[in-house]
């Protein structure tokens, strides 16, 4: 045997005496978790990890740096205490691992969720009674419940039309029971919740506010759905966290909304992320709907990401009309006319059930 094969050989041997150490600590530090939990004390202690970092430096004799050997133990300690924390527990509540079957959020007797696919179509601002109202006869006409529309409207400017405010909730509510109508519209202030509840059937938290956690737990404290857009930067952990803070205050009728995230991409608004909708759909149990107007910002792309969404398995698109979007004073350029909205319908449909009755083979 050579040197470095003898070498080689000892560092396997001590590396399996490693690892077999790691594995007895790891079953002492599980047992006192045990303990712990009996005895209904928190399994983190500050203070005996501190006792055990100066006692590594005091004993450490190198050739690693104390500080390296703290570092390797710090993962230890890590590793350690979620191994004394039972997974179930550790899940979320929005998880599939906490509720395996489908959550169902019920509206106006549309059930989301439920493997039926929604529209939900509207203005992208409620800016008076009569446009409403021809937007909503249209959603009728077609056979649509869910209208959506902003009386409250989160602008990037301080100087952009800001939404009509408790008249617009007012115009969304009057138009809906007129027209048999369930009403999505986004809240921005905890403080306008409770008011919105007389009007709104749906509530919905904007992507500028996935992460307002007052507002989210003022949501969960309501008793009515709400639909909860991706933030513009959040990954899909921290949508799926925003989510558990409204569930976590016992609202469990949420919807999450893909809405686009920011890239460096600049021909659409936003990036359309269509495969968090599969991993949505996989990690936990809520309805996911595709909003296809604020992630592409593109009237030509609403029908592709539209098909997009339904083949991929979306429980509901999002998109916006007006009656005349040239003179709208939000998102002018990708809400659709009328006309636009009856075609989109017509094909999106068609796609729709060409995509559910395909047979496999
Ligand atoms: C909206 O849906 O009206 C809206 C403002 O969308 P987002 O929060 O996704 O930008
Ligand atoms: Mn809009």
Do not use: W
């Amino acid at each position: 045997m050579s040197e470095l094969e003898m070498l080689r050989s000892k560092i396997e041997k001590t590396t399996l005496q490693i690892l077999e150490l790691l594995n007895e600590r790891g079953k002492i530090a599980q047992d006192i978790g045990k303990l712990k939990e009996m005895q209904g004390v928190k399994r983190y202690d500050p203070v005996q990890e501190r006792k055990l970092f100066d006692l590594i430096a005091e004993h450490n004799e190198g050739p690693f740096e104390t500080s390296t050997v703290q570092h390797i133990f710090k993962q230890i300690f890590k590793a350690s205490l979620e191994l004394q924390e039972d997974d179930n527990r550790k899940a979320l509540l929005v998880s599939r691992k906490k509720k395996p079957e489908n959550t169902v959020v019920s509206v106006l007797g549309e059930e989301i969720g439920n493997g039926t696919q929604h529209f939900i179509m509207g203005p992208c601002a409620v800016e008076s009674y009569d446009q409403v109202k021809l937007v909503a006869q249209a959603m009728k006409q077609q056979g649509l419940k869910l209208m959506r529309g902003g009386a409250y409207k989160p602008r990037t400017s301080p100087y952009d039309f800001q939404g009509l405010g408790l008249e617009g909730l007012k115009i969304l509510r009057q138009v809906a029971d007129e027209e048999g109508m369930a009403i999505i519209s986004e809240i921005l202030n905890p403080n306008d919740m409770e008011t919105a509840l007389d009007y709104v059937d749906v509530i919905q938290i904007g992507a500028r506010n996935m992460q307002n956690f007052e507002l989210l737990k003022v949501a969960g404290s309501v008793r009515k759905p709400i639909l909860l857009k991706r933030g513009l930067s959040a990954t899909i952990e921290e949508f799926m966290y925003a989510a558990e803070y409204i569930l976590a205050q016992g609202n469990d009728q949420i919807i999450l909304c893909e809405r686009g995230i920011r890239t460096y991409e600049k021909a659409t608004r936003n990036t359309l992320d269509i495969s968090a909708v599969p991993i949505l759909k996989k990690e936990t149990h809520l309805p996911v709907v595709v909003d296809v107007t604020h992630s592409t910002g593109r009237k030509d792309l609403l029908l592709p990401t539209a098909k997009a969404a339904l083949a991929i398995g979306a429980d509901a698109v999002m998109a916006e009309v007006h009656p005349d979007p040239a003179v709208a004073l939000s998102d002018s350029a990708q809400q659709m006319n009328i006309p636009e909205f009856n075609k989109f319908m017509e094909e999106a449909r068609a796609f729709a059930n060409l995509v559910q009755k395909t047979p496999v083979s």
